[in-house]
């Protein structure tokens, strides 16, 4: 059994049906290092505002548990989030921006060690430059993943070596950004007589190559920020 929820092929072309900037981005006091350790070691009471994409794309798959790092890289202007861009070939979540991280396997100790490996695996940053500080609630996916985001800080001094199989490019984001909900926008739309939405949050790179080059972050990934924003926004 399958069910009829519509894939998303060209998520850039579904509209916008509204940007959150009314609301106030993190305040920069906690968005250091000290203060999410503080936030994580005793965190608020809390409920995600997103749990998951909805319905699956296969019934008859059953939900696998995954794990990714949140990779927060703290660099001397600031943390930024470490992002990968999926090659195209893959069979799920092909060419979109991603955390690090997979699906766990049977020698993984837990969701931790599993984001840890994939992290290495796939990107080639060791677990020693790693500090774990916490994980938010799982996420499900229209993939048939439930996923353990892994929020953990990271000490410069890293050389990555991206696994070509499967990680087209690695780049970082500014955590300020990703943390204003001006930087925000809900798409809706409607196919087969379901309604599917999620969230973008469009990043121009001024650094890169060409300058102002567009990373679309959206999906899964653009839901777990949200959901990171609303855990550290709260007083």
Do not use: C
């Not at 296969?58 to 703290?74: C, F, G």
């Not at 020693?128 to 985001?149: A, C, D, F, N, R």
């Not at 007589?193 to 679309?216: H, I, K, L, T, V």
Request: proline letters at 10%; aromatic letters at 8%.
């Amino acid at each position: 059994m399958t069910s009829a929820v519509p894939r998303i092929l060209d998520p850039q072309s579904i509209p916008v049906v509204g940007v959150d900037d009314h609301l106030p981005p993190v305040p920069a006091h906690r968005l250091h290092a000290p203060a999410l350790r503080q936030r994580f070691a005793a965190p608020p009471d809390w409920q995600p505002e997103v749990a998951g994409d909805g319905a699956r794309f296969n019934l008859s798959k059953p939900a696998r548990p995954a794990s990714v790092l949140v990779p927060l890289v703290m660099r001397d202007h600031g943390l930024q989030v470490l992002l990968t861009r999926r090659t195209d070939h893959l069979r799920d979540h092909a060419g979109q921006i991603s955390f690090p991280g997979g699906r766990v396997e049977d020698f993984d100790a837990d969701a931790v060690a599993t984001a840890l490996r994939e992290t290495e695996e796939e990107v080639g940053l060791a677990r020693q430059h790693i500090e774990v500080i916490g994980t938010l609630p799982t996420y499900s996916t229209v993939t048939s993943y439930v996923v353990t985001p892994v929020v953990g800080l990271v000490q410069p001094g890293f050389v990555l070596q991206a696994d070509s199989g499967e990680v087209a490019e690695v780049f970082e984001v500014p955590l300020a950004f990703l943390m204003t909900p001006a930087n925000h926008r809900r798409h809706r739309f409607e196919m087969a007589g379901q309604q599917r939405q999620f969230w973008s949050m469009p990043w121009r790179d001024q650094s890169a190559e060409p300058p102002g080059r567009e990373y679309f972050i959206w999906g899964a990934t653009a839901a777990m920020l949200r959901n990171l924003y609303g855990f550290l926004a709260l007083p």
